[in-house]
C-alpha cells in the first residue's frame, strides 16, 4: 500500500517540471515507508549516511518543492520544526506528549466549526486544525 502511494507521489513529481533525484526519491519512500511526519531534521539524520554531501538545507527545500507540488502537507510549529506529511487528504492528528509520535487519525471534517466560526467572527475560514494529546501505547508501557 505504501509502495503504490509511492509510485503514484513519484508519478505526480514526473507530472511537472520537477526532476526526480535520488535524493528526491530517498526522502520520498522515508516519508512513505516511516509515515511518522518527521521534521526536515529527522530525514536528514536517516539520510546522511547515504548522502554524505546532502544538508538539512537540501532536505528542506526538496520538502517544500513536493509541497508546492502538492504531495506532502506541512504541518508548521515554528521556526524550523516544521512535520512532514505525505497524507494530504484531510485527516487529524493524534500526538503523544511524551516522545512526540504523531499517528493519523481519520474522522469526519469538523466542517460545521467553520461555518460557525465564520458566522461568529466574520472572517472567511479556508482551512482547521485539530490535534489531540496524549501519552502513546509505548510510552504508556514504560511509565507503568
Ligand atoms: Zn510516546
Ligand atoms: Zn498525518
Known sequence: MANEQLQEAVNALKNT???????????????YETMNHPTADDIYKALESKFPNMSVATVYNNLRVFKNVGIVKELTYGDSSSRFDCVTTDHYHVICSDCGKMV??????????????????????HDHRMEIYGVCEDCKNISH
Open 104 to 125: 493519523d487519525f481519520h474522522y469526519p471534517g469538523l466542517d460545521e466549526v467553520e461555518t460557525l466560526a465564520e458566522h461568529v467572527t466574520g472572517f472567511q475560514v
Open 17 to 31: 517540471k520537477v526532476r526526480m533525484t535520488p535524493q528526491r526519491h530517498a526522502i520520498l519512500e522515508y516519508l
